[in-house]
């Protein structure tokens, strides 16, 4: 493969991550949150309503969950695209 092939790949792979990851935290943050909170909070989570639980610490738990998958990821993708720093 062509460096600048490669180097296209590597940030096709990137710029695919960075969407999924982004479309992932808005359905949970504004989707769960916001849109589906009277659906969700027929249910509870720790005696909290479910919409509730999302729109305080759910969307919040997820995004911190995203950094660190994207970082495993992208350390993931620099290897295989031979751009890793170690």
Sequence with gaps: MEF???MKAYWQANV???V???VIWFV???GFGIILVDVLNTFS???YPLGFWFAQ???IYTFIALIFFYT???NKIDKEFDVDEA
């Design 4 to 6: 600048s092939e490669k």
């Design 16 to 18: 695919r991550l960075l």
């Design 20 to 22: 999924t990851l982004l």
């Design 28 to 30: 949970v943050s504004f």
């Design 45 to 47: 989570l720790g005696g």
């Design 57 to 59: 610490q759910g969307s």
């Design 72 to 74: 495993w990821k992208m």
